[in-house]
């Protein structure tokens, strides 16, 4: 199956002016509100930014109306001032923020400068034509999918109902699981208010061909970045559409990308290279060099250009499309799968930089760094525009513990890879709180704790002194362990920010210390400033620091949402991180709040063991908007204070007096 739309300028043929206008302003809208979320507002002093009853100024993104756009072109926002409109983040995030609103603004000014180019010409009589021609198709498409019943029959009609019962209500179990994908989507990217002319006169259909003809129009810059994304999961939820639409059309761009790029049409097509090379070097004038190449359908800039960056590569495009005018595949997707060099540079050489000889450079300073993929034997190892990385907090028994946790994940619209680093440091780990958990001591320990609070116990450091007393034990593979994932979070960094991936956006999931790897990743790329690299990031019972300047400075780097899944009852976490800045607080015990794109998934009631995060990892996944397979979602299962196991430890305990007896009795209340 093909994408949907081929070229940006399709768009054109699916909205009329009038509704071109709607969609301008509602991407300034969401725009905007991206940006909003990048002040890095502190909620005890009022930020303009913040205050609805503000007065709009005439270059204000938010003052752009339906009416702004005429024949002459849309009005661009000018370039606000980064670090003018935030306030209250401390001294320390303030350049942070500063950095991080330019980059954004330069990637908005492009977009709308972008789609003011492709919006603003008046139809002509083509585009008229053509969009009637539509119209009458998709009518007619509709009577064939709705026919009338063949007849009546007036005494007896019963198998013509039946059939027709049937059919309604699968159309309106499908319109209600719509529904509700909807709904879920909109409670994580909330919808923008959204002009009522795109959502009551412009079908599903064609809203699905507007978000597949800007997505297009952002690849047109030769790179897939974490901030288009975004845009592009705000924009599905404003038209009402679930994310599995964005999604499958991805999937569906990129599998056309690589496969065409291969097709031996592709190859032929790629020898036209020479004879534009020849052209330029005979001097011929520039307009005419331009027609040359753009007579081959842009078949030989790669060629041209020798290997130029993306930046360079995307900029002949844009000449391109916009002053030769070609319709179809030729003029967007055949420039990409007639230049095999660019679509490597999208997908990172088609994925071979992930697990190839330039990853080895890393292993280097930490032993057995490697992207190891996940996707292989399922069916859908094709390349995707995303790509997920995850990242465990230990290691059991064998490597296999190293990707099972991860099999839930579905690799239908992302590449997957799981991060495997310091292996011996992650096994000793492991073992070490496998021992710790299962023994009879910390069965009888948590009895103890579950009379107070995680934290209350972290503060006062009432630990119990049967616990201190075999603490060296776990804390010993736990501080080498932490230091070691601090490292591989810093040469992470360092791989995404040297593009392993490509041109792609990356999401980054954790547990326990595969979360401290990605806090320090995204620290690394706070202080490079290296922006839109990641697109959402999912932190589970995390190890690291809970306090606001900790997260402002990760959300700087994250263009989606960032994800804080705690349990206030996980006594192991808090057990082993007591060594560290507790003044910071923890972040996998408390949620985090008030920072516009953080969101909590609090399963304070339902976690209560450290260990339990990898058995569960699908169900948390679901939870937070990751796609994954079928038979790993579900609702979480409450966890009892005490196992069926751990009840006869007791109850042994007791029996030989190790232990009072009103011990057990407490431990199950």
């Known amino acids: 199956m093909a994408p949907i739309a081929s070229e940006p300028r399709q768009v054109r043929m699916v909205l009329d002016l009038p509704k071109r206008k709607a969609l301008y302003t509602l991407v300034v809208a969401i725009t905007d509100c991206m940006r909003s979320q990048l002040i890095l507002k502190n909620p005890n002093q009022q930020n303009q930014a913040n205050n609805p009853s503000r007065q709009s100024t005439p270059g204000d993104p938010s003052s752009s109306r339906i009416d702004d756009l005429d024949q002459d072109g849309p009005p661009l926002p000018p370039r606000p001032s980064p670090g003018g409109t935030g306030g209250g983040s401390s001294d320390k995030i303030a350049p942070l923020r500063h950095a991080t609103l330019s980059h954004f603004d ?7 400068q972008s789609l003011k180019d492709l919006l603003t010409p008046a139809d002509d009589t083509k585009e008229i034509d053509a969009r009637r021609q539509r119209t009458e198709r998709q009518l007619a498409q509709l009577k064939l999918e709705s026919p009338a019943p063949p007849g009546e029959n007036l005494i007896d009609f019963g198998d013509l109902l039946g059939p027709v019962a049937t059919a309604e209500d699968g159309k309106i179990k499908a319109l209600k699981q719509r529904q509700q994908q909807v709904a879920a989507l909109q409670s994580r990217y909330h919808a923008i208010p959204t002009p009522r002319l795109l959502l009551t006169t412009v079908s599903q259909e064609d809203r699905e061909e507007v978000v597949v003809c800007l997505l297009l129009l952002l690849l047109s810059g030769g790179k897939y970045m974490a901030e288009s994304r ?9 038209l009402e559409l679930p994310l599995a639409v964005l999604n499958e059309q991805e999937a569906e761009v990129a599998t056309f990308l690589v496969e065409s790029s291969k097709s031996p049409e592709a190859q032929q097509q790629m020898s036209a290279a020479k004879e534009a090379e020849e052209r330029k070097k005979a001097n011929q004038t520039s307009r005419l060099w331009k027609v040359g190449l753009a007579s081959v359908a842009g078949a030989a800039i790669i060629g041209v250009t020798g290997g130029l960056a993306a930046p360079a590569v995307a900029g002949v495009l844009g000449g391109l499309m916009g002053s030769v005018g070609l319709g179809g595949v030729a003029s967007f997707l055949g420039v990409f799968w007639m230049n095999g060099a660019l679509v490597g540079t999208l997908f ?3 994925g071979a930089q992930m697990t190839g000889e330039i990853v080895d450079q890393y292993a280097k300073e930490v032993e057995d760094f490697a992207f190891l993929p996940l996707s292989a034997g399922s069916g859908a190892n094709q390349e995707r525009l995303r790509l997920t990385i995850g990242i465990n907090g230990w290691l059991t028994e064998s490597l ?3 990707t099972a946790p991860w099999s839930a994940l579905d690799a239908k619209s992302s590449n997957l890879f799981a991060l495997r680093y310091e292996v011996a440091a992650m096994l000793n780990l492991g073992n070490a709180l496998r021992a710790m958990v299962t023994s009879a001591a910390w069965t009888y320990v948590k009895v103890e704790l579950l009379k107070r609070t995680v934290l209350a116990t972290l503060w006062s450091a009432l630990w119990p002194i049967s616990l201190l007393s075999m603490a060296s034990a776990l804390d010993n593979p736990f501080s080498l362990a932490k230091n070691r994932s601090e490292k591989a979070g810093k040469i992470l960094a360092d791989a995404l920010i040297n593009r392993v991936q490509g041109e792609r956006p990356v999401t980054l999931i954790g547990y326990s210390l595969g979360a401290r790897v990605i806090y320090s990743c995204l620290r690394t790329l706070a202080e490079r400033r290296a922006f839109g690299l990641v697109d959402e990031v999912i932190l589970i019972g995390a190890p690291v620091p809970s306090d606001r300047d900790a997260w402002e400075m990760m959300r700087s780097v994250v263009s989606g949402k960032l994800w804080n899944v705690c349990s206030g009852n996980d006594y192991l976490l808090g057990f082993i991180y007591r060594t ?7 972040a996998g015990l408390q949620e985090i ?17 450290h260990m339990r995060y990898p058995d569960i990892l699908g169900k948390i996944l679901e939870k937070c908007g990751v796609e994954i397979k079928e038979g790993f979602g579900g609702e979480i299962e409450a966890e009892q204070d005490l196992t069926r196991e751990e009840e006869i430890v007791l109850a042994d305990m007791e029996a030989q007096g190790k232990i009072p007896a009103p011990a057990m009795k407490q431990g199950n209340h």
């Open 106 to 112: 330069t990637w908005r000014s492009s977009l709308l």
């Open 230 to 238: 975004t845009f592009l999961v705000y924009l599905c939820s404003a």
């Open 348 to 350: 990172g050489a088609l």
């Open 400 to 402: 296999s513990s190293l």
């Open 580 to 586: 560290s800045s507790i003044q910071l607080g923890v």
């Open 593 to 609: 709040k008030d920072i516009e794109g953080v969101e909590n998934l609090d399963l304070t009631g339902t976690v209560k063991g």
